[in-house]
């Protein structure tokens, strides 16, 4: 196992209680005389401010270990910040759900485990989404820890599209839009859609339509392998967007398509020793509450 001494420390902007933590946190890492370097983009000047701050180098590009202050929707930043480097990512939870952010904001004991090498080692996969035009060039392009959604903009209506998998024809969709998720994302807006939960080890993607026109419509689970390709109307094409992790939105144009697979490379998250998936699905799902066996 890996042990840790440079430690970059990023968080949710403007909130009060996570600016709390990060400074608590870097203090504890000074007496540890550990080496720590705040994301200049998310924590205000204030906060730290005995501490390195990130310029224009990146903080993947500096640090050995990426603590997120948050929750999961600043662990996604996070791993938008380190896609495609082995700078693993340990979650402090100063969220609500927090399926991601595992570690409780004062258990120093629990960071101090993990930067000493004890810890649960649990690898990720990402999408990539490209849009591309009629002659199969790269418009623009994302990445998603969660989920890739098309969903449907500026309209009441519903939008229409067609699925291809592996260059089948899967499906013709009337809904408001489709979430394309990863094992990670399907506990996040999937699974609001109705779509399953998928243990982080099954190499899949989960294809959920949002309330689709036809009942018949059901989410459908592919092989992490496969290659997705959704075509678009032309004349729909203002009423289209695609999110990746509500972190990035790609506008198609007429003749566009976009094309979803797995990423290159996986983000490694980190969690304390004694981490077990179903503890936090029972804890955040409250799987049995009441009803003691």
């Excluded at 050995?64 to 939870?93: F, M, R, Y």
């Excluded at 949002?210 to 203002?238: K, W, Y």
């Amino acid at each position: 196992m890996q042990v840790f001494s440079t430690i970059g420390l990023t968080g949710k902007p403007d909130d009060a209680g996570v600016s709390d933590t990060i400074q608590r946190i870097a203090d504890h890492l000074h007496g540890r005389g550990c080496t720590v370097i705040i994301d200049g983009r998310t924590v205000p000047a204030h906060v730290a401010a005995d501490c390195e701050r990130t310029g224009t180098t990146p903080i993947a590009e500096r640090v050995d270990l990426l603590v997120a202050i948050g929750g999961d929707g600043t662990l996604l930043t996070a791993a938008h910040e380190v896609a495609g480097s082995e700078v693993p990512i340990l979650g402090v939870n100063r969220g609500r759900l927090g399926f991601l952010v595992d570690v409780s904001p004062g258990d120093f004991a629990e960071i101090d485990k993990v930067l000493e090498g004890q810890y649960t080692a649990d690898d990720r996969m990402m999408l990539s989404a490209e849009l591309r035009d009629g002659e199969g060039r790269v418009l623009d392009a994302g990445i998603a820890l969660n989920d890739v959604v098309l969903h449907k903009w500026h309209t009441a209506r519903m939008i229409e599209f067609e699925t291809w998998i592996d260059g089948q024809l899967c499906n013709q969709y009337r809904s408001d839009g489709l979430i394309i998720s990863t094992p990670t994302g399907s506990t996040a807006y999937a699974m609001s859609g109705g779509g399953p939960i998928l243990h982080p080890d099954v190499d899949a993607m989960a294809l959920v339509p949002i309330c689709p026109h036809t009942l018949s419509n059901r989410p459908l689970v592919i092989g992490a392998g496969s290659h997705i390709e959704i075509r678009m109307p032309g004349t729909q094409m203002a009423q289209i967007r695609l999110s990746c992790d509500s972190q990035k939105n790609l506008e198609p144009v007429p003749g566009a398509s976009v094309h979803i697979r797995r990423h290159d490379a996986p983000v490694h998250l980190l969690h304390p020793p004694g981490y077990q998936y179903f503890d936090i699905l029972r804890a955040k799902l409250r799987w049995g509450d009441g009803h003691p066996v």
